[in-house]
């Protein structure tokens, strides 16, 4: 230490000699410090002219001089102070440090010399060792002796105290009989302990011990049974006999601190009594655990064989069973147990851990129909609603409950769900359509609703097939009640299919012998009231915008709701067809020569129409407004064409102008006839205006006169082609067709040229007639 403080001090000297200039090696670094001062010295002159030249620039400059001088002077008596204070501080460290140095070898001189005292106080311990041994073995033996000599009177009195245990065991009387079995334990466990401890210990006198003691293992046995068989009744137990509870409790409780008393005397001799640890606490776990499982598993009193609802009694004496049992663990069973038990959280894990199990079991067994239903709604609402683990009496906090099944399961259980909804939809619409196709062939009409048109139930029992599927959807979750709202849309629109096929073949078997079916016209009335009534009725199956429903939905909602449109405008034109099919003939003899003098071809159409339109006052108002413009577009559509297939030959003005008079009578006939079906029900644009415009082009006296007639024809049915003008103008029979071809054509380039827009032409009644010139040649 002494070397140390000395080397110490001869670096300071070093140090102290090289700020003073000292010799030796200390020169070379003086040397070297001196040039570089003296390289700084001249930069900082070469800096202080420059710096002075600056400041002197101007002659008024000169008389800062002073001011300069004294600023520079402070500045360097400033720097000057803060060199001294970082010296004084440097110096004041070294000294400080040198202090410290001298107490420390001070101190390690101190330790060297009590060092040397221990070690010749230990010189002398070499043989303590062997002097020590019988000591030691006297120890041993001692021990041995007061072992034998405090259990003494146990190892005398231990067939009578097992005797004495096991009648406090009969006799129930728990707390003493484990006090007894604790006392033969020790003694026995001490006994082995001291014979563990000997350096050459005897086998035979272990097992010979270990024989004794062997009927207090059977005690512990018999103890355990006891304690468990409280555990298992321990709900029953804790209402009627909560002492008895508490009693077998504590007796696990000191197996468990005699366990872990085993197990630190393991760590430190290596002795471990025979059949310890025990580990009551854990064995009471699994008896609480195999005792919920059985409730559980127990209330199942019927199968599917006994009762089609065994699994909602199952389930709902399930919920009654562990909502009672979980109020007894919250209200009887807390002051019974130890807190570190926290029973409550430990029963809830046990009973929603065995339900799971059991419902896990009861899936892979198989379910049926509503049983899928009945588990997926128990599961996702009941078990966590206020009807069981939300009920206010639990006061638990459902949403750190883990899920019930797991999610692989309740998607598995969803799709074989929505797989039963499609087979039984398949079915059930089968058996509709069947009904509905038989109530067509009846010998009487079909039902009138409040409002007097004709309807089948068809509509009313595809509503309650899906709102019924839809309420038992809602009562397990809005995700599957929107799965199967779409998949009844999606057998709906399927069942469009096979309903069209069903209708047509009606019509086929009805216009293949029409005296077969007596009330044809009014059941094609009722279905197309049906389709209008399905799509009145698809619209209450939708969900609000507010609940989010999937995109998805509202495109199958308009795919149903298009495809029974269309299925509703083909009955109504159907409906028409039996009207047209009889009218045919009348048509033919329309614009023909026998018809100028002949009333009746129009008399049986306007009569008949009549008549049809008695019947359609049965049609929903949507369906009735939709055949009436359909009646009025067809019968104008027939009438013009007839018009236009030149039946009749007019070789005079007095025969154009007798045609047109009668074509424009007739039109107004017509129009009288629509305008009294339609009465305030439906408001439309007559289409005997365009009957009318021809029949004025027709009695045009004058040819030149045409040139004012064509044009604002063409612009008002912008739709009307070159064949419909020629065949207007050749049925006239005064212009050739070289003359009828020219004014066509200035018509059309009239008609092109006036039009300035690209907008698409709109469709009128010329779109549907379709004719051509050649019939004239």
Known sequence: MEGGLLAVLGDAAKVAGSVAGGSGEAVVDVSSANSEVEAAE??????????????????????????????TTRKKASVEAMLKTAMQSQLDGVRSGLGQLQISLQDLQEVKKKQGEVEKLLSGVGGLGETMNGLREEYV????????????????????????TQKLIDDNNL??????????????DDLLFELHKLPHQNPNDTNMLTEYFADVNKLSIALGKQVWVVLQRTLNTVRKEPAQLVTALRIIEREERADEFALQREKSSGFMPEGCPKRWREKAMTVLENSVAVRIEANQFEDRDTNKSWLIRHLEVTRLMVLEDLRVVKGLCVPCFPPHYDIVNTFISMYHTSLANHLLETVESGLEDNEFVTLLSWVLNTYLGPQLMGHPSLGLNVNALPPLLEQDVLDGLIKKYLSNVRSNYASWLQKALELETQEWRKDQPPDMDKHGCYKTELPHLLHQMVQQNIDVANTISPMVSYEVVICSLQ?????????????MAYRDSYFADRSQIQYFTTYMIALANSCQALIDVAQLWRPLPTENPPPALNTHFNALIKSYQNQQQELCSLLLEEALVDLAPKFSALLTPAWLTDPEPLSTICLTLNDYFDDYQHLHPKNYEQVLVLAIQKVSVRYTTALLQ???TLKTQDDRKRLADRVIEEANKLEEVFTNI?????????????????????????????????????????????????????????????????????????????????APRPDTIFSHIHITTSMFA
């Open 678 to 758: 339609a009465g305030e029900r439906v408001r439309y644009d007559s289409p005997c205006d365009v009957i009318r415009a021809l029949a004025e082009v027709i009695k045009t006296p004058d040819t030149e006169m045409l040139n004012l007639e064509l044009p604002p024809l063409k612009r008002r049915y912008p739709d009307m082609s070159s064949d419909h003008l020629t065949a207007l103008l050749l049925l006239r029979g005064d212009l050739s067709r070289q003359q009828v071809r020219l004014k066509v054509q200035e018509v059309l380039e009239a008609a092109s040229a006036n039009t300035t827009s690209q």
């Open 646 to 648: 030149k039946r009749i």
């Open 42 to 71: 001249k930069c900082a002159m070469q800096r202080a002219k420059i710096l002075v030249a600056n400041m002197l620039q101007r002659p008024e400059q000169l008389h800062k001089v002073e001011q300069y001088r004294r600023r």
């Open 175 to 188: 707390l003493y009989a484990h006090q007894c079995l604790r006392d033969l334990e020790n003694s026995r």
């Open 141 to 164: 033996r001692y021990s041995q002796y007061l072992a034998a000599t405090e259990n003494l009177k146990h190892i005398f009195t231990v067939p009578e105290s097992i005797d004495k």
């Open 491 to 503: 057998q709906l629109r399927q069942f469009a299919d096979r309903y069209r096929a069903a209708i």
